[in-house]
């Protein structure tokens, strides 16, 4: 059981373009979706906090005009990268976490390549 | 804020006993994760502590001092897939949900 599934798995897009992650929680209601960003041998930075049927709370230095989130249902988030430069190009990984639980469950990631 | 330290890398041979730190700095403590990350891969879960003291999980234990803000994670009869990233993570004293990790210990198990 807590699978989260990401789509999609790696993604290329020019510079200037919008590129849409989906991050569903496949046998579970997520309450609280996670949104991570890691560059190359670093570690996983909180980008943003997100409540189903909610706005999304943002870290400090995370432009949320940039990185939109949307928690539509208790299944899915979706994370957009709008007017992608190249140095958004990194690792994103959501985690979801449902009521009752301590842990958070992560995805498989999805990493973008801006050109 | 929260602050956490890390060994940024370790070394050791198949078979033998390896102890990662983590140290902490924290407005406050709500428990204590560590993860498992293999290149590429999303961060699987290892062990969590929120007392004082050991918890054991198979070849895994981890450790627990919180008037130290010290933690350590154990790994006996090291194999070659236990190469990885070990990630030490805390969570946040107001929002049960939220994680702050740190920087991550690559671990190198060579033969």
């Given at each position: 059981g807590a699978v989260v599934s990401q789509h999609p798995s790696w993604v290329i897009c020019k510079s200037g373009t919008s590129v849409k992650i989906e991050c569903r929680s496949l046998d579970f209601q997520a309450t609280t979706m996670f949104w991570y960003r890691q560059f190359p041998k670093q570690s996983l930075m909180l980008m943003a906090t997100s409540n189903e049927g909610s706005k999304a709370t943002y870290e400090q230095g995370v432009e949320k005009d940039k990185f939109l989130i949307n928690?539509?249902?208790?299944?899915l988030s979706t994370l957009t990268v709008t007017?992608?430069?190249?140095?958004?190009s990194s690792f994103y990984i959501c985690s979801a976490h449902t009521s009752g639980t301590y842990e958070q469950y992560f995805g498989p990631g999805t990493r973008l390549t801006v050109t | 804020g929260q602050n956490i330290d890390q060994p940024t890398e370790m070394t050791a041979t198949e078979g033998a006993i390896v102890q990662i730190n983590c140290t902490y700095q924290t407005s406050g403590f709500n428990g204590l994760f560590w993860y498992q990350q293999h290149a590429g891969e999303a961060p699987t879960f290892l062990s969590y502590n929120v007392l004082d003291g050991l918890e054991e999980k198979g070849r895994f234990s981890s450790f627990l001092s919180r008037s130290k803000g010290y933690s350590y994670l154990l790994l006996k009869e090291?194999?070659?897939?236990?190469?990885a990233s070990y990630l030490c993570a805390v969570r946040d004293p107001i929002n049960f949900n939220k994680f702050y990790f740190g920087s991550g210990t690559k671990l190198n198990v060579k033969p």
């Open positions: 928690h539509a249902s208790l299944t007017s992608a430069h190249p140095e958004d | 090291l194999q070659m897939k236990d190469s």
